[in-house]
C-alpha cells in the first residue's frame, strides 16, 4: 500500500515512468490490486499506450463490476482510438452502473464534442456541474475550454477555464488552458504567470511540457521548443498539443517535411482541431500547394466559420485565380472576425485598391500598417498611403459583415 501511494505521489510530482515502474512492482506483488490495476490504467492511457490500458481495465473488471471508472477509461480508450460507437457503449454502461456519478457525463460530453455536436456536448457537461459543481465543475470547464480550443474559439475557452477557475482558484489545467489562448495571442508574459502556476500543480505533466513548447515557439527558441515538445512526445507520442507544436516548429525552421509528417499524424487522431488543420495548411502554402491549403482552410470554416487566418488565406487563393468579388467578401470576413489582423486589412487594402475603391483601401491600409509597422512591405504600402493621401483620398472603412459570418466559396 506504502508503494502504491508513493507512486501516486511520484505521478503528482511529474515523475511518470517512475510511478508506472512502481504500479508495475506492486501488480507483481498482487496481481489483482484492483486500484493498482485502475492507476496503472490510467497512466498507460495518458502514455498513449492504449492496448495495455485496455488489458488492465479488463482484468479490473473482471474483478470489479461495480465501479464506474473502469467503465469510463475502457471508453476513453476506444475514444482515443477514433472507435466512437464503442466508447458511447461503455460509457453508458457506466452511467447504468451509477447514474449519479457525474464524471460519465463530463466523458460523455467529450464524447459529443470529438463528434462535432457542440449543443449536446454542452449539455452532458453543465449536467455534470449541475450535479457536482465543486468536484467535477471545474473538470467540465476545462472539457468546454479544450472543446472551444479545438474550434479556435478563444473567447468562450478563456470563460471556460476562468469559470474552472473561480471554483478551484489553483487548478493547474485551468491555467494551462489560459496559458494556451494567451501564447496564440502574443501575450506571452502573462501566458508564462499562468504556467508557473500551472508547473506548480503539474509539474513535467505533458500537457504543460506541450504549452511550453509553444511558448518557446513564439519567443523564437525553436530548439527549445523542440526540444519540449519531443519530451512530451517521449511520454505520450500521441499527444495532440505537443504533435502540433512540433509541426509548427518544424516548419518555422523550414523543416517541411518532418513538420507534415507531425501534423498528419496528429489530424489522423483529431480531424476537427482547427489550429492543427491551419498549422498544416500553412505547410502546404509554403510548398506552394495550394490546392490542398485551400481545401484544409474551407475544413477550417466548416467547423469555425470565423477562423481569420483560414479566411485570409482562402482569400489570397481566390485572388491569384482572378475570382475577385469573392476574395473580397472573405477578407472582409476576416477583417470583422479579428478587426486587429493586421494582413486581413493589408490584403483587403490591396485588393481594393486594384479595383478602384480608393477610399475603402486607403482606410484598410493605414489600418494594416498601424496593427503591425513591422510589416515587409511597409515601405511600398507607406508610399501608396502617402500616394493616396495627396490625391486627397480620406479613408473609408469597407462595408462588412459584423461578425465574419457568411458561405465560404
Known amino acids: 500500500w506504502e508503494r502504491i501511494q508513493k507512486a501516486e505521489h511520484d505521478m503528482a510530482a511529474g515523475h511518470f515512468q517512475q510511478a508506472v515502474e512502481e504500479w508495475e512492482a506492486c501488480l507483481e506483488v498482487v496481481p489483482d ?11 498507460c492511457v495518458a502514455k498513449g499506450d492504449l492496448a495495455r490500458a485496455e488489458e488492465l481495465a479488463r482484468r ?3 474483478l470489479e463490476q461495480k465501479e464506474p471508472g473502469l467503465y469510463l477509461m475502457l471508453g476513453r480508450i476506444h475514444q482515443a482510438r477514433g472507435q466512437m460507437s464503442q466508447a458511447e457503449v ?11 456519478h457525474a464524471g460519465v457525463y463530463v466523458a460523455l460530453g467529450s464524447l459529443q464534442a470529438r463528434l462535432q455536436d457542440t449543443d449536446g456536448a454542452l449539455q452532458y457537461f453543465h449536467k455534470a456541474i449541475e450535479m457536482d459543481p465543486g468536484t467535477v465543475g471545474p473538470m467540465a470547464y476545462n472539457a468546454i475550454g479544450r472543446m472551444r480550443l479545438a474550434q479556435a474559439d478563444s473567447e468562450q475557452a478563456r470563460e471556460a477555464f476562468q469559470k474552472a477557475l473561480e471554483i478551484d482558484a489553483l487548478n493547474g489545467d485551468a491555467h494551462n488552458g489560459l496559458a494556451t489562448i494567451l501564447i496564440e495571442e502574443d501575450n506571452l508574459e502573462e501566458a508564462e504567470a499562468e504556467l508557473e502556476i500551472a508547473v506548480r500543480f503539474l509539474p513535467n505533466h505533458v500537457n504543460v511540457l506541450a504549452t511550453l513548447a509553444g511558448l518557446n515557439n513564439k519567443r523564437g527558441d525553436y530548439s527549445q521548443g523542440i526540444a519540449l515538445a519531443r519530451r512530451a512526445l517521449a511520454v505520450n507520442e500521441r499527444h495532440l498539443q505537443a504533435l502540433n507544436n512540433l509541426g509548427s516548429a518544424l516548419r518555422d525552421t523550414g523543416d517541411l517535411a518532418g513538420a507534415k509528417e507531425a501534423l498528419q499524424t496528429a489530424l489522423e487522431q483529431h480531424p476537427h482541431y482547427v489550429p492543427l488543420i491551419m498549422n498544416l495548411a500553412q505547410v502546404y502554402l509554403a510548398e506552394h500547394q495550394e490546392e490542398k491549403m485551400a481545401e484544409l482552410c474551407r475544413r477550417a470554416l466548416k467547423i469555425n466559420p470565423r477562423q481569420p487566418l483560414a479566411l ?12 475577385s468579388d469573392e476574395a473580397l467578401s472573405l477578407y472582409r470576413r476576416a477583417v470583422a472576425s479579428d478587426p486587429e489582423y493586421a494582413l486581413a486589412h493589408t490584403h483587403l487594402g490591396i485588393l481594393l ?6 477610399d ?3 482606410y484598410h491600409l493605414e489600418k494594416g500598417l498601424a496593427l503591425d509597422p513591422g510589416l515587409q512591405e511597409r515601405e511600398r504600402l507607406g508610399e501608396v498611403i502617402a500616394g493616396l493621401r495627396k490625391a486627397g483620398y480620406q479613408g473609408m472603412p469597407s462595408v462588412q ?9
Open 33 to 43: 490490486d484492483v486500484w493498482t490495476l485502475r492507476l496503472l490504467g490510467a497512466a
Open 60 to 62: 479490473a473488471l473482471e
Open 90 to 100: 461503455w460509457f453508458n454502461r457506466a452511467r447504468a452502473v451509477d447514474p449519479n
Open 312 to 323: 485570409c488565406n482562402l482569400g489570397t487563393y481566390k485572388v491569384s485565380r482572378g475570382r
Open 353 to 358: 485598391l486594384n479595383l478602384e475603391r480608393n
Open 360 to 362: 475603402e483601401a486607403l
Open 401 to 409: 459583415p459584423t461578425d465574419g459570418t457568411g458561405p465560404t466559396p
